[in-house]
């Protein structure tokens, strides 16, 4: 059973920083991908971003304006989320998820989900 754990939420102020960390165990060379999603209060959950595997591909959501950047750490087996000049409207809870599918780009396409972590941005 795949167990994904994050870590690295907070409260930062407008125009900071916060990175973003996901741990995981039991997983198997069936995962394809480990992305990030978030949801804020009362709002659906969205795609974020994703990396591959192998960590050569990564898909990042629009919305983001290259603030942010995935990364992944196959010696610790860890994904992260360096998250740079973040905005009020970045406040939700971020989720780490795998998929068995391919590099995922939807929330749809995620099977493993872990319990998130809440980054708070003050204004």
């Known amino acids: 059973q795949v167990r994904l754990v994050e870590s690295g939420g907070g409260l930062v102020q407008a125009g900071g920083s916060l990175r973003l960390s996901c741990a995981a165990s039991?997983?198997?060379?069936?995962?394809?991908?480990t992305g990030w999603v978030r949801q804020a209060p009362g709002k659906e959950r969205e795609f974020v971003a994703s990396?591959?595997?192998?960590?050569?591909?990564?898909y990042y959501s629009p919305f983001l304006g290259g603030r942010f950047t995935i990364s992944r750490d196959h010696a610790k087996d860890t994904v992260s989320l360096q998250m740079d000049m973040l905005k009020p409207e970045d406040t939700a809870v971020y989720y780490c998820?795998?998929?068995?599918?391919?590099?995922?780009?939807?929330?749809?396409?995620?099977?493993?989900w872990g319990r998130g972590t809440q980054v708070t941005v003050s204004s």
């Open positions: 998820a795998d998929s068995l599918l391919g590099v995922a780009t939807r929330v749809g396409e995620f099977d493993y």
């Open positions: 039991g997983r198997t060379l069936d995962t394809k991908s």
């Open positions: 990396i591959s595997s192998s960590g050569r591909t990564t």
